[in-house]
């Protein structure tokens, strides 16, 4: 007789108490960041990097001022050929023979160069049959006079010397062209000018950078010891030192790069 497996009683397999594993969750505390503890990486950062940037953007920005305060001088010459053919106008009913040159220059007014005591000087030379040498000159150092033409044209008197000292000659300026007219028969062979304008706003401001950089610099120290970062704070005290360093040896660089310009 075969027993049936249903019908037999079937036991715990597994017998015994099962013990419960239990555990207490473990905590982990976040330690706050002391706001005085020393950070040598902001220190060196203040020391060095900062200073030594500081100091060659001051070096930069000194030679860039000056090559653009000479940027305001302007010059220029025109020769006239032998076989020019000058004209004429009367003035106070003589006939003057004129001399027109249209110069490279900035715009020209007489009076806003006389508000503003920018200089100004324009010459005319002369070399006769017999080799004898005269000019004409005009300056803001001349107590200058205006003279109407008879076409109602105004035009300032120039002081002459040499083989033209006892000649009248007068300009007119308009601009950029100038005519010059006299009263002698000699060939005019050559005109001159020179000058200086006004600075622009670009080299105005770029003038002031080399005092703007110090303060701003300081300005940065300041603010380092406020906000209690005295770790940049310190560095930047001992970059009071390495910044003139640094605009010493980047003069130096920049003059030898920039020789030729100089």
Not at 67 to 84: E, G, L, P, R, V
Not at 109 to 135: A, L
Request: glycine residues 6%.
């Amino acid at each position: 007789m075969i027993d049936d497996p249903k019908s037999s009683n079937s036991g715990n397999v597994f017998t015994g108490n099962v013990g419960s594993i239990s555990g207490s969750s473990s905590s982990f505390s976040i330690t706050p960041e002391d706001p005085n503890r020393f950070i040598w990486s902001q220190f060196f950062i203040g020391l060095l990097l900062i200073p030594i940037f500081a100091g060659f953007i001051i070096a930069l920005s000194t030679i860039l001022s000056e090559d653009a305060q000479n940027d305001t001088y302007y010059d220029d010459s025109h020769y006239f050929s032998d076989n020019y053919d000058s004209g004429t106008v009367l003035i106070s009913g003589e006939e003057y023979n004129t001399w027109e040159v249209f110069f490279d220059i900035p715009d020209i007014d007489i009076y806003e160069i006389d508000d503003n005591d920018y200089w100004f000087d324009t010459s005319i030379n002369s070399y006769d049959s017999d080799g004898f040498w005269g000019y004409c000159y005009f300056d803001m150092d001349l107590m200058f006079t205006l003279i109407e033409s008879d076409e109602g044209d105004l035009w300032y008197s120039m002081e002459c010397q040499g083989s033209l000292e006892n000649t009248n000659t007068y300009l007119q300026i308009s601009s950029k062209n100038f005519i010059y007219a006299t009263d002698s028969d000699e060939q005019i062979s050559e005109a001159f000018v020179y000058g200086d304008s006004d600075m622009s706003l670009d080299s105005i401001l770029l003038s002031f950078l080399p005092i703007l950089i110090p303060i701003f610099y300081l300005i940065i120290v300041i603010w380092s010891f406020v906000k209690k970062n005295k770790s940049l704070g310190f560095g930047l005290l001992g970059g009071i030192i390495v910044a003139p360093v640094s605009f010493c040896f980047s003069i130096l660089f920049l003059a030898f790069l920039f020789f030729d310009s100089w």
